[in-house]
């Protein structure tokens, strides 16, 4: 399990140092404070989205979500003249709550979680293209909002507090994931939910918890990202976003099948996704090439993943052969082995 | 006597630690209803599945019109004129008729594009459909036919490959009365037209009416043939039954407690027009026994809070209980160890530890933090009294053998308070050794006053570690024996739905 972590962090400084060497720039403080910023902007959604996963879900909304909150956000700032704790209550509410209707209808009315957040994809950037009329939304020149703008955009002793808000929130939801009864119920439905359901675990509150998690993150990163470009035009604020967390979320180990992954993995993906996002810009690659670049580094990072995970199978179906006693740590992924200790079933 | 369509001639097919059929010969003629009977296990199906080509036999001679083969493919199978109807149609819903009958087949229009002529196929299974009196066309989709339906589609798709022996497996088990007479009629209008049926039944009253010939197999064996005028249920039992078994019969330390479990009225919605009535006593192992389909799992899962309760109630120490979840049964001392540990009773990637303590973590953690040392003092305690054979708990699941499996299903109830606890086939699959040891621990359990349910197929397990059997016959219990009474001719009889023979009768 750590071994991937181990393998993703190895490689991220690999490919920072290989990038450093080209163009020095890369490793400046400016540059490497600025990739902080993104990374704690980017990684904040995809805790949740890494959390839908290991459930065996997806959760495909979340960069309409943004959109939708968003404007909200910006109206109830300006438009309203809301006091800024009450609007941050407002919108954080708002994602736990289409985030909890996502989760009733998928667990309660068993559809599947691609379909219904693909139309809430659909439905809350139309409704925020509705609601605006298709015009962007920003902050005038009044501060609506300044102490809650510095605490977003800001920094302590030169660090992004977006930064380190994700770290904040890693922990604490490593804690929750790793630590906790809920994250043992989350491995245990995502890798075998009806055996979960026979050991009376109750499968359909653990699966929308995960929805409502997400959906509540949404709302943090919506107003991280309001404040990072200070204004939100519907059409295309945060479009694409949903494709960043399942990516970081599978470049950190999380398998689409449900079961797998951690907190780790998934920061790890996300620095690695806008590592590989700067040494695009920073090496003089087209920038047009962005996302090709990103596509095929996904693509190797998991064909490796899975060769690797399909020798340390061979080699311990081998080892289960010669009747050694396998090791008392054995790597997770081992379904299906043909190992068998003791009498045959 | 009519012309043989094939031999089979000294079958025996061997698996590791397994005899599943030994040295069966059978013999089928053109147009007759050969009747094949046997107890759950008793190598029908194994010999279906040689015959269709799907598994070949370790011994023996398949013998089609003279020449002999080892063993049949299954395309060879289907030239030969092979066919099924099988238990679980399978058909593919989102398809018409016409469709599923030509599947792999179909009819093309001719060119490099192989677009399918749907007119041709359609226009060739209408008059099979007429010829079966189905009420229903070659476009309807098959999603929208009933099970009885269904059956015609695939008795259809034989006749279009002008099949010469039609095997159907237990085709009446989910058909009302009226379409079970129907199929009937089917069948007798296969065989007018030389077509042979090969019937496979626990209804020993169908059998009567429709077979000219029942071949009776046991324990891998075929023990018996009895021709038309022999046949008798009284006749086709004895042939089934009628091994000496050894009696595994630990008695419990002291009589059943009173009080225990009481099911009263209960509706599943597997039988939503039939009544169970059940009860067991603390400190009683009570067998649970019938045909496969007979509604013993969807006894055990309704009262485990799974599927849902459609009527009746379930009462423990003469108070109702309330089980809409499996929570609500584990809250009340319900316990249910399911049929497949592998699906519904271990998550197998994770350890041993975890899966121990799966439904009993909240009493493993503070402020919803799991405390791991706790936990695994548990976990260790288990494989400790489970004597499972593991060099640590952290090993996942899924490198252990069947009966370790099971023993840390087992582990993970045990750990709590059982009150009434369902095995569903506890020893499926595990070798002699582990299943000695859960039978003890069953009787460990029901002594310290735990009521225990076993489902169980295994006959010689249902009457050796029972105190009292109870027989399921089609969704609803048909009677309830006593340890004296216990004999497979019973259990046998209350299973197909006959009633017991009393002393008189018997007498008679």
């Not at chain 1, 295309?236 to 399942?246: D, M, Q, T, V």
């Not at chain 2, 439904?359 to 003092?377: F, Y």
């Not at chain 2, 045990?414 to 002699?432: H, K």
Request: charged share 20%; net charge neutral; proline share 4%.
């Amino acid at each position: 399990m750590i071994k991937k972590e181990l393998g993703l962090g190895l490689l991220l400084v690999v490919i920072s140092v290989i990038t450093g060497m080209i163009n020095p720039a890369f490793l400046s403080v400016v540059n490497l404070l600025n990739l902080a910023n993104l990374i704690g902007l980017f990684g904040v959604f995809a805790l949740g989205e890494g959390l839908v996963i290991i459930t065996g879900g997806i959760d495909l909304s979340l960069g309409s979500m943004f959109a939708l909150l968003g404007v909200v956000f910006v109206d109830l700032l300006t438009t309203y003249q809301v006091p800024w704790p009450l609007a941050l209550l407002a919108v954080l509410l708002g994602g736990l709550v289409l985030g909890a209707i996502q989760g009733v209808l998928i667990t309660r009315l068993k559809m599947q979680p691609f379909i219904v957040t693909l139309c809430g994809l659909l439905i809350y950037r139309g409704a925020a293209r509705y609601y605006t009329t298709d015009s962007t939304r920003g902050f005038g020149y009044g501060d609506e909002a300044a102490t809650l703008s510095n605490i977003a955009s800001g920094h302590v002793a030169g660090i992004p507090n977006t930064f380190i808000l994700l770290i904040v929130l890693a922990l604490v939801l490593g804690v929750v994931l790793h630590r906790s009864v809920y994250g043992r119920w989350l491995y245990a439905v995502g890798k075998n939910e009806e055996a979960a359901r026979f050991s009376g675990i109750n499968t359909n509150m653990v699966i929308a918890t995960a929805y409502i998690i997400s959906g509540g993150l949404a709302g943090v990163a919506t107003v991280l990202f309001v404040f990072y470009t200070n204004s939100v035009s519907p059409s295309s604020f945060g479009n694409f976003y949903e494709l960043y967390a399942i990516a970081a979320a599978v470049l950190g180990g999380c398998s689409l099948r449900g079961g797998e992954g951690s907190i780790l993995g998934i920061v790890l993906g996300t620095a690695l996704l806008q590592v590989l996002q700067n040494l695009v810009n920073i090496l003089g690659i087209p920038n047009s090439l962005n996302f090709a670049v990103m596509g095929t580094v996904i693509l190797i990072g998991v064909l490796a993943d899975q060769q690797l995970q399909a020798r340390r199978k061979r080699k311990l179906a081998l080892a289960g052969l010669a009747r050694t006693a396998p090791k008392s740590t054995l790597p997770h992924g081992v379904d299906a082995l043909p190992v068998r200790t003791g009498d045959q079933g | 006597m009519a012309e043989i369509l094939f031999e089979l001639v000294g079958i025996s097919k061997s698996y590791p630690g397994v005899m599943a059929l030994n040295d069966v010969s059978l013999r089928v003629h053109r147009g007759e209803v050969l009747g094949l009977i046997g107890e759950n296990g008793a190598g029908k199906s194994t010999l279906m599945r040689v015959l269709g080509g799907v598994i070949a036999p370790s011994a023996g001679v398949i013998r089609i019109g003279g020449t002999d083969h080892a063993e049949m493919t299954v395309s060879e199978a289907t030239q030969t004129g092979i066919a099924f109807v099988h238990q679980e149609l399978n058909l593919f819903e989102n398809l018409d008729v016409a469709a599923n009958v030509f599947i792999g087949r179909e009819k093309l229009v001719g060119g490099p594009l192989k677009l399918v002529n749907s007119a041709e196929m359609r226009a060739r299974v209408t008059p099979l459909l007429q010829r079966l009196g189905a009420d229903f066309g070659p476009d309807t989709l098959v999603d929208n036919l009933s099970i009885a339906e269904r059956q015609m589609v695939e008795i259809a798709k034989a006749l279009s490959i002008d099949a010469r022996v039609i095997i159907m497996d237990e085709p009446t088990s989910s058909l009302t009365i009226s379409e079970t007479e129907r199929l009937l009629e089917v069948i007798a209008d296969l065989k007018a037209h030389g077509i042979a049926v090969i019937y496979i039944s626990h209804r020993l009253g169908e059998i009567m009416t429709c077979a000219d010939r029942v071949v009776v197999l046991r324990d891998g064996r075929t023990v018996g043939e009895l021709a038309r005028d022999q046949l008798s249920h009284a006749a086709m039992i004895r042939l089934m039954i009628g091994r000496d078994l050894k009696t595994l019969h630990t008695p419990p330390k002291r009589p059943p407690q009173p009080g225990g479990c009481d099911i009263v009225g209960l509706v599943t919605s597997a039988f939503p027009d039939r009544q169970i009535d059940l009860s067991v006593r603390h400190g009683e192992i009570l067998g649970l026994a019938g045909l496969v389909g007979a509604g013993r799992t969807s006894l055990a899962r309704a009262a485990f809070g799974i599927d849902p309760v459609l009527g009746g109630e379930i009462r423990i120490d003469n108070a109702p209980v309330d089980v809409a979840s499996p929570r609500d049964a584990i809250r009340q001392g319900i316990y249910l160890v399911p049929e497949d540990r592998k699906k519904a009773g271990l998550v197998l990637e994770l350890p041993i530890c975890e899966n121990v303590t799966l439904a009993s973590l909240l009493n493993h953690a503070r402020m919803w933090l799991v405390n791991g040392a706790s936990e695994r003092n548990v976990a260790k305690e288990q494989v400790r009294r489970l004597s499972i054979k593991v060099p640590s708990v952290d090993m996942e699941a899924v490198t252990l053998s069947g009966g370790n499996q099971q023993k840390v299903v087992l582990g993970k109830w045990l750990s709590m308070q059982p009150r009434v606890m369902f095995f569903d086939e506890p020893t499926r699959g595990i070798d002699v050794g582990a299943k000695s040891e859960i039978y003890a621990l069953m009787r460990e359990l029901a002594d310290q006053g735990v009521a225990i349910v076993m489902i169980s197929s295994d006959m010689e397990e249902v009457i050796g570690v029972s105190d009292r059997v109870a027989v399921m016959h089609e969704g609803r219990v048909s009677g309830v024996l006593e340890r004296p009474q216990f004999s497979e001719y019973n259990v046998l009889r209350l299973a197909i739905g006959q009633a017991l023979e009393t002393v008189e009768a018997a007498a008679q």
